[in-house]
C-alpha cells in the first residue's frame, strides 16, 4: 500500500515523456456509438474465451 502514490507519479511522469494528457488513450478516429459497438464485441469474445 506504500507504493500507491509512487506508482501514480511514475505513470504520470511516463504518460508525459509519451505525449499523452494524464496517460489518457490517444484518440482513433471512432465516434462514440462506433467505439462503444466495437469494445461491446470485444468484451463479448473474452467472455466467451473464458467459459
Not at 1 to 11: E, I, V
Not at 18 to 31: E, I, R, V, W
Not at 32 to 38: G, Q, Y
Amino acid at each position: 500500500m506504500t507504493r500507491g502514490n509512487q506508482r501514480d507519479l511514475a505513470r504520470a511522469r511516463n504518460a508525459k515523456k509519451q505525449g499523452n494528457d494524464k496517460g489518457k488513450k490517444a484518440d482513433d478516429g471512432m465516434s462514440a456509438a462506433a467505439r462503444k459497438l466495437r469494445d461491446a464485441e470485444i468484451m463479448q469474445q473474452k467472455q466467451k474465451k473464458s467459459q
